[in-house]
């Protein structure tokens, strides 16, 4: 009789799901999770051992050692999150590059970047964000001007994840500032060695999150060659929305992936604490929230997985990763809370992980877009898709 995970996933991708879980445990994850936190180390080696055993890159296309699936990809990202949080933001930010380049890059792009990424010798960041453009995307002000066949680059970018440690940059800018950012825009592979690129600071996020930095970068007059543009001129606008689709369902995974230990901790803990002569697990103001969480949870991770079959059947899925990032970051942080809760006392200290959960789950509202953004991508689609259906278009 086939368990639940087998009618989620194929045979293939729960063996790919099994095969990750045991070299994570194999290698003590949790362990080396537990060193970073307390030496606050970014865990290069630890990511290279991943790309070395085969895990790293599954979204790739076959002839690229992928499995040219972005499920496998989500897969990946929730197992990451749950077995070794640092571990997962290095990666994520790496995934959204390499499934970038792997979707538009030239064949020599690919060559050169791919096979590294996948090895896990070269790790990612996304340079969109910038001091006067967060969520307003289309108000970027970095330009690149095109000058004897290579484009030279100037601007900021702020909350760079992992910006000042990565070798793969994909930077948007402005390419033909008198018409709409919309048909202006174009992204550009940089590598931080280029003349001109400068790390302006790292910052540290909620109290110090370990193993990874939020950057503040700055390019003056950087020139990069002709060939590095990503896809063709000006298209930087539909890569970027196209990325954040998949940047936000990976998000979503590696969230759920985050809060599964944390929802266990609070299962295991209600049931091993006695209070008034019984365990607490058997008051109803203790198991109805952990109905809740696990209720959430659950609904998230399925969402997250139903986006990833959009996107690899080849569908817009900009509001089915919008909902995914939504209620991912929103169960983590439910379960977050009521966890601490639940522990009492004990779940405000660093004896247990709760608390520490609890800060990553108020910090994830935000990146990949902030909630608020979120529901004003879905709301927008939901009414575009009414609007379709009474005009019979649909």
Same mark, same amino acid.
């Given at each position: 009789?086939?368990?639940?995970?087998?009618?989620?996933?194929?045979?293939?991708?729960?063996?790919?799901?099994?095969?990750?879980?045991d070299f994570l445990v194999r290698e003590d994850a949790?362990?080396?999770e537990q060193e970073i936190y307390e030496?606050?180390?970014?865990p290069r080696e630890f990511y290279e051992k991943t790309g070395e055993e085969g895990f790293l890159a599954p979204v790739?296309?076959?002839?690229?050692?992928?499995?040219?699936?972005?499920?496998?990809?989500?897969?990946?990202?929730?197992?990451?999150?749950?077995?070794?949080?640092?571990?997962?933001?290095?990666?994520? +930010?790496?995934?959204?590059?390499?499934?970038?380049?792997?979707?538009?890059?030239?064949?020599?792009?690919?060559?050169?970047?791919?096979?590294?990424?996948?090895?896990?010798?070269?790790?990612?960041a996304i340079?969109?964000?910038?001091?006067?453009?967060g969520s307003d995307v289309m108000r970027i002000e970095t330009r690149a001007e095109r000058k004897d066949g290579a484009y030279v680059i100037s601007g900021e970018k702020r909350n760079i994840t992992n910006g000042s440690q990565a070798d793969v940059l994909l930077v948007w800018a402005i390419t033909n500032p008198e018409v709409d950012p919309a048909v202006g825009m174009s992204v550009f592979i940089v590598?931080?060695?280029?003349?001109g690129f400068e790390v302006v600071e790292d910052y540290k996020l909620l109290g110090g999150f370990p193993g990874t930095v939020n950057s503040h970068l700055r390019v003056d007059a950087m020139s990069v060659p002709e060939e590095n543009i990503l896809g063709r001129p000006n298209e930087g606008a539909k890569i970027m929305f196209d990325e954040l689709s998949v940047e936000r369902a990976l998000y979503a995974a590696m969230l759920?992936?985050?809060?599964?230990?944390?929802?266990?901790?609070?299962?295991?803990?209600?049931?091993?604490?006695?209070?008034?002569? +019984?365990?607490?697990?058997?008051?109803?103001?203790?198991?109805?929230?952990?109905?809740?969480?696990? +209720?959430?949870?659950e609904a998230a991770k399925l969402m997250v997985y139903h986006t990833a079959r959009l996107i690899d059947a080849g569908f817009d899925a900009e509001k089915e990763s919008a909902m995914s990032k939504l209620l991912?970051?929103?169960?983590?942080?439910?379960?977050?809370?009521? +966890?601490?809760?639940?522990?009492?006392?004990?779940?405000?200290?660093?004896?247990?992980?709760?608390?520490?959960?609890?800060?990553m789950a108020r910090l994830s509202m935000i990146p990949a877009g902030t909630n608020e953004i979120m529901r004003f991508i879905v709301q927008r689609e939901v009414y575009k898709e009414h609007k379709r259906r009474r005009e019979g278009r649909e």
């Open positions: 009789m086939k368990n639940k995970e087998e009618i989620l996933l194929s045979a293939d991708e729960n063996k790919f799901r099994a095969e990750l879980r949790k362990k080396i030496r606050d180390f970014y790739l296309p076959i002839e690229y050692g992928g499995r040219g699936k972005l499920v496998y990809e989500a897969i990946l990202a929730e197992e990451l999150g749950a077995a070794c949080v640092p571990l997962a933001w290095i990666h994520s +930010t790496s995934s959204y590059v390499y499934a970038t380049i792997a979707r538009y890059g030239s064949e020599e792009q690919k060559k050169r970047y791919l096979p590294a990424m996948k090895r896990g010798a070269k790790i990612g340079a969109i964000t910038e001091p006067r453009a590598e931080p060695g280029a003349e759920v992936g985050e809060a599964r230990p944390v929802l266990e901790l609070a299962v295991g803990y209600s049931m091993e604490r006695e209070q008034f002569g +019984t365990s607490i697990s058997r008051f109803e103001g203790i198991s109805f929230k952990i109905a809740d969480m696990a +209720t959430r949870l991912a970051s929103e169960a983590f942080y439910e379960v977050a809370h009521n +966890t601490v809760q639940i522990l009492g006392g004990r779940g405000l200290s660093d004896e247990y992980p709760a608390e520490w959960a609890f800060r």
